[in-house]
């Protein structure tokens, strides 16, 4: 499957575009529940559990500085890890590609003259495809991982990196184990279904003469690996065999045996929820244990048969070293494949791997490691999937910034697969941006949607009547993707910078201002919401600021998010140079738009001077953020609205259903308005679902429409019913929670702000 | 060792659903033989432990068979062994994999019993790798940190023995006041903490 970028303005849109909406639709019906419920609950393990760590940041950024450090001295360590591990009487073998490595393990296996090799879970040696390797050889490979050996039956991919059956119900198994083993009474219980796993799998381990495992990270100074596995198969396939092959991506090497500590701690609780796996191996091979002879069992076990073992370490390049020598793919290398950022993206809870992954890899930073592996052809059938949402920068326990690798790696698609002759110079003045011609419209649409809104003001009637008349819709759907199931967005005639200039600036004269601050007209309020940058001016000016609403140009949230890096670089340029003067008169800047007010404290950090970047985070601030600080600075709550005595629209009274968007949550802003509600006396319920699943223009696109549905649906559950007044700060989650409740919802400023 | 962590550890075994009894090492031997199902095999502890329970007043009842063939190993219900360290905080013993056959007396069996000095319990996973990282310079030691029973959950729930042990007990043995209380079994029964997931992490 291709791209979108190749589906624009053309027939060949329709096709293409049916294809991977009817792929999702399809793995929505048949897998979409099983992985829902699985990643859902480890979701949720992973802040219980790491909730109960009292050093949980400390830990993480100790590991993401071991990663740096590591990936820094990679050449370094492998040469040192050579040395240790040839001390200890293994060999280690660095292959440069999936066929070098695999010719050598086959070697290894025809010299040891191996009838059947049996391995742990490892997702280098699914990249490798060493099972058809061996395969061809006539070597037979049995995975006794059990959900590897589930799929290996049934011959299917994983759909996660960690759990990698976990779109196979129980049902589903015991149905594949009748089929296979000709069962007319089949196991049905998950314990009589793993007993019967065990057994089998227990008389295919006594006659196993190679053992492959993988290594979830490798000591240079000792040759030491770390296997985090439960079942204990890792450590049945080491011991069962006198020959051990470990696979492992070079970027597995760390320095010092000292440093596995905090992955220990870090790895099961961001993965699986769990403390602690089962079992964490550390091994030094060649093992030590004697080598269970089950042929000859009258014979002792210690019979110092491990004397003979033999240890081969495969450490495989395949694109890694050219990562560490690519600025953005670069940070890909410290991933230590928890999965944390899949089970946290609320895509991925709907799809699963399936849909939201390449050749081997799967979630947000698969596509690092695609790009990275395979190439950007790869990462391109997926990498839309990440709407940027970025609920899984403070999962990821390394704290990579999965979100920028997918847009980078999407900046890359657009320009590579960019063909000039495909622009309309028609359109060229509504998509001004820095990008290459040819660049898919439906992309350039949204990533121009600044210009686009300004240009629906100007024209409002019009354009309002145009935007939502039958043909045009069938006609943006077909050539620019927007699903008509949508409703568009209706622009205001008078923006709320001109409605500010017109009712003549700020009513808080500077003179008695106790603070002075720039509201700042986001694209959304500006053109098309402005009654919540009206209750935004009121709010602030009830608790004595004057207020500034300049006119500046849109934050390049939108181009950011189609991958348009040059376009959303010079965006931030522009607001920079318009708030400038603001900040050096010592203005606060107050942002409504939470996705704004987090482009501006996240993505700017790579847009602007370090010093620029800094002034700009530091003074920017949430809308309820801002007020929550004036009440703490001694601002009178009594010049807010309290919960209403049965007027106005919050007329059921003093109960809401607050959904913070999901950028807010990654900058930490989300409970202000928590905090805000509740001192004002209102009794809030909050959303605990990561993502909306509108997630800026995604669930507008045709493709996606009926995944954005499904992922919003945890919300429809949580606040279907309920009689609360609904609340939700982001443009995108209005639209959507409007579509999936069907009654819109206020920005919360506009709950609390004086009535006009 | 400080209490603190004594505590600590039982609570986390009583968490993972680990058993646990605890006495002076001359008691050892019975605790083992309470906690023990038949058959079983077993590696002397001074052997699969540190050298400090080599000639200490702990020791293996006697129907533990000590130098097993593969077929008592395949036959046997329940592995002894001792474990070098212990981590508080997680509720992990660490089980070496030596020459002994400590690795695959303590994981092809249904039961495994594990005894620890409370001399050797650390307070957390730093401490652990601190330990470690001399010994596997040095030595090259291969060590397991077992923490509960093998556990999947790849089969549509919870599972516990999924390839290895279904059970764990372990023997806690106080420091030299061979003259305290009678040991006794103090059970846990506690569910698998976190996630109902068993399933390993791998990269
Ligand atoms: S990117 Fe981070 S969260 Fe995702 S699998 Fe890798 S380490 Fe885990």
């Given at each position: 499957?291709?791209?979108?970028?190749?589906a624009?303005?053309?027939?060949?849109?329709?096709?293409n575009?049916?294809?991977?909406a009817e792929?999702i639709?399809e793995?929505?019906a048949?897998?979409?529940?099983?992985?829902?419920?699985n990643?859902?609950?480890?979701?949720?393990?992973?802040?219980?559990s790491?909730g109960r760590?009292?050093?949980y940041?400390?830990?993480?950024?100790?590991?993401?500085e071991?990663?740096e450090?590591?990936i820094e001295r990679?050449?370094d360590l492998?040469?040192?890890?050579r040395?240790?591990?040839?001390?200890n009487?293994?060999?280690v073998?660095?292959?440069d590609?999936?066929?070098d490595?695999n010719?050598?393990?086959r070697?290894?296996?025809?010299?040891?003259?191996?009838?059947?090799?049996?391995k742990?879970?490892?997702?280098?040696?699914e990249?490798?495809?060493?099972?058809a390797?061996?395969?061809?050889d006539?070597?037979?490979?049995?995975?006794?991982?059990?959900g590897?050996?589930?799929?290996?039956?049934?011959?299917e991919?994983?759909?996660?990196?960690?759990?990698?059956?976990?779109?196979k119900?129980?049902?589903?198994?015991?149905?594949?184990?009748?089929?296979?083993?000709?069962?007319?009474?089949?196991?049905?219980?998950?314990?009589?279904l793993?007993?019967?796993?065990?057994?089998?799998l227990?008389?295919l381990i006594?006659?196993?003469?190679l053992?492959?495992?993988?290594?979830?990270?490798i000591?240079?100074?000792?040759g030491?690996?770390?296997?985090?596995?439960s079942?204990?198969?890792?450590?049945k396939?080491?011991t069962?065999t006198?020959?051990h092959?470990?696979?492992?991506?070079?970027e597995k090497?760390?320095?010092?045996?000292?440093?596995?500590?905090?992955?220990?701690?870090?790895?099961g609780?961001?993965?699986?929820?769990?403390?602690?796996?089962?079992?964490?191996?550390?091994?030094?091979?060649?093992?030590?244990?004697p080598v269970p002879?089950?042929e000859?069992?009258d014979?002792?076990?210690?019979?110092g048969s491990?004397?003979?073992?033999?240890f081969h370490l495969?450490?495989?390049?395949?694109?890694?070293?050219?990562?560490?020598?690519?600025?953005?793919l670069?940070?890909?290398?410290y991933?230590?494949?928890?999965s944390?950022c899949?089970?946290?993206?609320?895509n991925?809870?709907?799809v699963?791997?399936?849909?939201?992954g390449?050749?081997?890899?799967?979630?947000?930073?698969?596509?690092g490691?695609?790009?990275?592996i395979?190439?950007l052809d790869?990462?391109?059938?997926?990498?839309d999937l990440?709407?940027?949402?970025?609920?899984?920068v403070?999962?990821?326990?390394?704290?990579i910034?999965?979100?920028?690798?997918?847009?980078?790696?999407?900046?890359?698609?657009?320009?590579g697969?960019?063909?000039?002759?495909?622009?309309?110079?028609?359109f060229e003045?509504l998509?001004?941006?820095?990008e290459?011609?040819?660049?898919?419209?439906s992309?350039?649409?949204v990533?121009?949607?600044?210009?686009?809104a300004?240009?629906?003001?100007?024209?409002a009637?019009?354009?309002?009547?145009?935007?939502?008349?039958?043909p045009a819709?069938?006609?943006?759907?077909r050539?620019?993707g927007?699903?008509?199931?949508?409703?568009?967005p209706e622009?205001?005639?008078?923006?709320?910078?001109?409605?500010?200039?017109?009712?003549?600036?700020?009513a808080?004269?500077?003179?008695?201002?106790?603070?002075?601050a720039?509201?700042?007209?986001?694209?959304?309020?500006n053109?098309?919401?402005?009654d919540r940058?009206?209750a935004?001016?009121?709010?602030?000016?009830?608790?004595?600021?004057?207020?500034?609403?300049?006119?500046?140009?849109?934050s390049?949230?939108?181009?950011l998010s189609?991958?348009?890096?040059?376009?959303?670089?010079?965006?931030?340029e522009?607001?920079y140079?318009?708030l400038?003067?603001?900040?050096?008169?010592?203005?606060?800047?107050?942002?409504i738009?939470?996705?704004d007010?987090?482009t501006?404290?996240?993505?700017?950090?790579?847009?602007?001077?370090?010093?620029?970047?800094?002034?700009?985070?530091d003074?920017s601030?949430?809308?309820m953020?801002?007020?929550?600080?004036?009440?703490?600075?001694?601002?009178?709550?009594?010049?807010?609205?309290?919960?209403a005595?049965?007027?106005?629209?919050?007329?059921?009274g003093?109960?809401?259903?607050?959904?913070?968007h999901?950028?807010?949550?990654?900058v930490?802003v989300g409970?202000?308005?928590?905090?805000?509600f509740e001192?004002l006396?209102?009794?809030?319920?909050?959303?605990?679902?990561?993502c909306?699943g509108m997630?800026?223009?995604?669930?507008?696109?045709?493709?996606?429409y009926?995944?954005?549905?499904?992922?919003?649906?945890p919300?429809?559950?949580?606040f279907?019913?309920?009689?609360?007044?609904?609340?939700?700060?982001g443009?995108?989650?209005?639209?959507?929670?409007?579509?999936?409740?069907?009654?819109?919802?206020?920005?919360?400023?506009?709950?609390?702000?004086?009535r006009? | 060792?400080?209490?603190?962590?004594?505590s600590?550890?039982?609570?986390?075994?009583?968490?993972?659903?680990v058993?646990?009894?605890?006495?002076?090492?001359?008691?050892?031997?019975?605790?083992?033989?309470?906690?023990?199902?038949d058959?079983a095999?077993?590696?002397?502890?001074?052997?699969?432990g540190p050298?400090?329970?080599?000639?200490?007043a702990a020791s293996?009842?006697?129907?533990?068979?000590?130098?097993p063939?593969?077929?008592?190993?395949?036959?046997a219900?329940?592995g002894?062994?001792?474990?070098?360290?212990?981590?508080?905080?997680?509720g992990?013993?660490?089980?070496?994999?030596d020459?002994r056959?400590?690795?695959?007396v303590s994981?092809?069996?249904?039961?495994?019993?594990v005894?620890?000095?409370?001399a050797?319990l650390?307070?957390?996973?730093?401490?652990a790798?601190?330990?470690?990282?001399?010994r596997a310079?040095d030595e090259?030691?291969?060590?397991?940190?077992?923490?509960?029973?093998?556990?999947?959950?790849?089969?549509?729930?919870l599972?516990?023995?999924?390839?290895?042990?279904?059970?764990?007990h372990?023997?806690?043995?106080r420091?030299?006041d061979g003259?305290?209380?009678?040991p006794?079994?103090?059970?846990g029964?506690?569910d698998?903490?976190?996630?109902?997931?068993?399933?390993?992490?791998d990269?």
């Amino acid at each position: 499957m291709s791209s979108d970028a190749d589906a624009a303005g053309d027939a060949a849109a329709g096709p293409n575009r049916e294809t991977k909406a009817e792929r999702i639709r399809e793995l929505l019906a048949t897998e979409g529940d099983a992985v829902a419920e699985n990643t859902r609950g480890f979701n949720a393990g992973r802040y219980e559990s790491t909730g109960r760590l009292d050093d949980y940041e400390a830990l993480k950024e100790r590991a993401r500085e071991i990663k740096e450090d590591a990936i820094e001295r990679l050449p370094d360590l492998i040469d040192e890890v050579r040395e240790t591990v040839e001390a200890n009487g293994g060999t280690v073998y660095l292959a440069d590609d999936a066929a070098d490595a695999n010719r050598y393990i086959r070697e290894v296996a025809a010299e040891r003259e191996a009838g059947r090799a049996i391995k742990s879970k490892s997702m280098t040696s699914e990249e490798i495809e060493v099972n058809a390797a061996l395969e061809g050889d006539g070597v037979e490979v049995v995975e006794t991982d059990l959900g590897e050996w589930v799929l290996q039956l049934a011959d299917e991919e994983p759909s996660h990196i960690v759990a990698p059956a976990i779109h196979k119900s129980r049902e589903g198994i015991s149905e594949l184990f009748a089929e296979r083993f000709d069962l007319d009474d089949p196991p049905e219980t998950a314990e009589a279904l793993t007993m019967f796993a065990r057994e089998r799998l227990g008389d295919l381990i006594e006659d196993a003469d190679l053992g492959m495992t993988g290594a979830n990270f490798i000591a240079a100074d000792s040759g030491t690996m770390l296997l985090v596995t439960s079942e204990g198969n890792a450590r049945k396939t080491v011991t069962a065999t006198d020959t051990h092959v470990a696979v492992a991506g070079v970027e597995k090497l760390v320095p010092t045996v000292e440093e596995f500590a905090p992955f220990v701690e870090l790895i099961g609780r961001s993965g699986t929820g769990q403390d602690v796996t089962s079992y964490i191996s550390t091994l030094t091979p060649p093992v030590a244990s004697p080598v269970p002879d089950f042929e000859a069992d009258d014979e002792p076990l210690a019979d110092g048969s491990g004397d003979d073992r033999e240890f081969h370490l495969v450490l495989i390049d395949n694109g890694r070293l050219a990562m560490r020598d690519d600025e953005t793919l670069k940070e890909t290398l410290y991933c230590i494949r928890c999965s944390a950022c899949s089970n946290a993206c609320g895509n991925f809870q709907s799809v699963g791997g399936h849909a939201f992954g390449g050749e081997t890899y799967s979630g947000g930073i698969a596509t690092g490691w695609e790009a990275g592996i395979e190439g950007l052809d790869t990462a391109a059938e997926f990498n839309d999937l990440c709407t940027g949402c970025s609920r899984c920068v403070p999962a990821c326990p390394v704290g990579i910034d999965i979100p920028w690798i997918n847009t980078a790696v999407r900046d890359r698609i657009n320009r590579g697969e960019a063909d000039p002759s495909q622009l309309d110079w028609a359109f060229e003045e509504l998509v001004p941006d820095e990008e290459p011609g040819g660049l898919d419209l439906s992309t350039r649409l949204v990533g121009n949607y600044a210009t686009l809104a300004e240009w629906g003001h100007r024209t409002a009637p019009v354009a309002n009547r145009l935007a939502n008349f039958g043909p045009a819709r069938a006609l943006a759907e077909r050539v620019v993707g927007i699903d008509s199931r949508r409703e568009l967005p209706e622009f205001a005639r008078v923006s709320l910078v001109e409605w500010f200039d017109d009712r003549g600036g700020s009513a808080v004269d500077p003179d008695e201002a106790d603070r002075e601050a720039v509201v700042y007209p986001d694209t959304a309020t500006n053109y098309v919401d402005v009654d919540r940058g009206k209750a935004t001016v009121r709010a602030l000016e009830a608790l004595g600021v004057h207020v500034r609403v300049p006119d500046l140009p849109g934050s390049g949230r939108p181009p950011l998010s189609q991958g348009m890096v040059a376009t959303a670089e010079s965006a931030a340029e522009d607001v920079y140079a318009g708030l400038a003067p603001h900040l050096d008169a010592g203005r606060d800047v107050v942002v409504i738009e939470p996705s704004d007010l987090a482009t501006f404290r996240r993505e700017y950090e790579r847009f602007l001077p370090a010093d620029s970047h800094e002034r700009l985070a530091d003074a920017s601030y949430d809308a309820m953020e801002y007020v929550f600080g004036l009440l703490e600075a001694g601002g009178d709550p009594a010049a807010l609205r309290a919960p209403a005595e049965g007027t106005g629209p919050v007329a059921s009274g003093a109960r809401l259903a607050y959904h913070p968007h999901c950028q807010a949550r990654t900058v930490e802003v989300g409970e202000y308005a928590t905090a805000t509600f509740e001192r004002l006396g209102y009794d809030v319920r909050v959303s605990d679902t990561e993502c909306c699943g509108m997630a800026g223009s995604f669930g507008y696109k045709s493709d996606y429409y009926e995944l954005s549905m499904d992922v919003g649906e945890p919300l429809r559950e949580q606040f279907g019913d309920t009689e609360r007044t609904v609340v939700a700060p982001g443009t995108s989650c209005t639209e959507q929670l409007d579509a999936l409740l069907e009654s819109t919802p206020m920005h919360p400023i506009e709950v609390i702000a004086p009535r006009e | 060792m400080a209490t603190a962590d004594t505590s600590t550890f039982r609570g986390r075994l009583d968490d993972f659903g680990v058993t646990v009894s605890e006495g002076p090492p001359a008691a050892c031997a019975s605790l083992i033989d309470d906690a023990a199902g038949d058959p079983a095999v077993g590696v002397p502890l001074g052997e699969s432990g540190p050298d400090a329970l080599e000639g200490s007043a702990a020791s293996l009842p006697e129907r533990v068979a000590t130098d097993p063939t593969t077929a008592d190993l395949r036959a046997a219900h329940t592995g002894v062994t001792a474990a070098s360290l212990g981590i508080a905080s997680y509720g992990s013993v660490a089980v070496e994999a030596d020459a002994r056959g400590t690795e695959p007396v303590s994981l092809f069996v249904d039961r495994h019993v594990v005894v620890l000095r409370e001399a050797d319990l650390v307070p957390d996973v730093p401490d652990a790798f601190a330990w470690l990282g001399p010994r596997a310079r040095d030595e090259s030691t291969d060590v397991v940190f077992a923490t509960g029973p093998s556990a999947t959950a790849d089969m549509g729930g919870l599972v516990h023995g999924a390839h290895g042990p279904k059970e764990v007990h372990v023997v806690l043995l106080r420091d030299g006041d061979g003259d305290s209380d009678a040991p006794g079994p103090a059970d846990g029964d506690g569910d698998a903490p976190g996630s109902t997931d068993g399933t390993g992490v791998d990269g």
